[in-house]
């Protein structure tokens, strides 16, 4: 008992001498998580891209800015490039998961990057023509798209994808990658609902060969 009794006393002791260090760090981390958390949530964050289905416009390892402040006020427009949670990915509700997705610290919630193709209350249809040529058309009227890889670089439309003709419903979207022939999308697993979105993709920093405005 009698080391037991050193041990807390040491414990103790170095605790008082320690105390205004201790307090300081604790306060420092705190301030540090909390100002995380309102600079991601209500300004925007650093994302990387890993994988090439916004070719030509993104590319594998760009580090780009999603801001996050418009939707506040505004919804996703046609043609905006979105960051969000693709309806497959559960997301978890305990405290933890949600501390991740708050600070980003061990967050392992899969996130997807595609542009907004279908809004609320379009009419979407994709077609083919003679040639193998893929065109999406949004109320009945072609769509230019002149930030797509190749408009013959489409998979051929099966049953099982959503190629239309369907009208979008409220609070839905329709999100295509730019690189029509690798991009698993709205096409294979359906509208997106608003309630996913994390924030819009608006500036290419890094590397700096390739800085951009989104």
């Known amino acids: 008992m009698s080391s037991d009794i050193v041990l807390f006393d040491n414990i103790k002791n170095w605790y008082n001498k320690n105390k205004p260090a201790i307090k300081e760090t604790v306060e420092t981390v705190v301030f540090v998580v909390v100002a995380v958390i309102l600079i991601r949530f209500f300004i925007g964050e650093i994302r990387w891209i890993p994988s090439g289905s916004m070719h030509p416009t993104l590319l594998e390892g760009d580090r780009i800015f999603v801001e996050r402040f418009s939707r506040f006020y505004s919804t996703p427009k046609r043609g905006d490039i979105m960051v969000f949670y693709p309806p497959k990915e559960e997301l978890k509700r305990t405290p933890w998961k949600v501390f991740a997705r708050l600070t980003g610290f061990w967050c392992k919630d899969i996130a997807y990057i595609k542009r907004v193709v279908g809004m609320p209350g379009d009419k979407f249809e994709l077609k083919s023509d003679e040639t193998g040529e893929y065109t999406v058309y949004i109320n009945d009227k ?73």
């Not at 002149?146 to 959503?162: F, G, K, L, N, R």
């Not at 999100?175 to 096409?187: F, I």
């Open 142 to 214: 072609p769509l230019r798209e002149p930030y797509i890889v190749s408009p013959y670089d489409y998979p051929v439309c099966t049953e099982a994808m959503t190629c239309g003709p369907i009208v979008i419903p409220e609070k839905k979207y329709l999100m295509m990658g730019d690189n029509r022939g690798n991009s698993e999308d709205s096409r294979y697993w359906g509208l997106l609902d608003e309630s996913r979105f994390i924030g819009k993709a608006v500036f290419l920093f890094w590397p700096f060969t390739r800085v951009k405005k989104l």
